[in-house]
């Protein structure tokens, strides 16, 4: 809870004087959302990844890496929720935005792959 609280102490200063689509407005509500997360808290943190992926969307572009993350910590969050065709679905979206961006040998697309993987494992699809 202490680095939920200092996440959002944070981000209620940030509110002040900065814009919504600044990007520091977007890493502390990612911040946040990883923290709740963290803490078992899936449908908040997906709530919280929502808003920073569309506002990233919008201001950033959809391959941008804050919004890549913010695609991914949804998938996550849907995950830890027990929705993982959901968490499948947009682990692939993540994925293929990391490979047009950072390269398939990348390693944040690597991670992006297995995330895949793990969400198939979820559904017991083994094979593919």
Known sequence: VQAEAL???CWEVRKKTLREDHPDMLTSINNIAYALSNRGNYAQAEAMYQQCWEVSKKTLGEH???TLSSINGIANALYGQ???AQAEALYRECWEGMKKTLGEDHPDTLDSVNNVAIALNGQGKYAQ
């Open 82 to 84: 027990g929705k993982y």
């Open 64 to 66: 941008h890496p804050v």
């Open 7 to 9: 996440y959002r102490q």
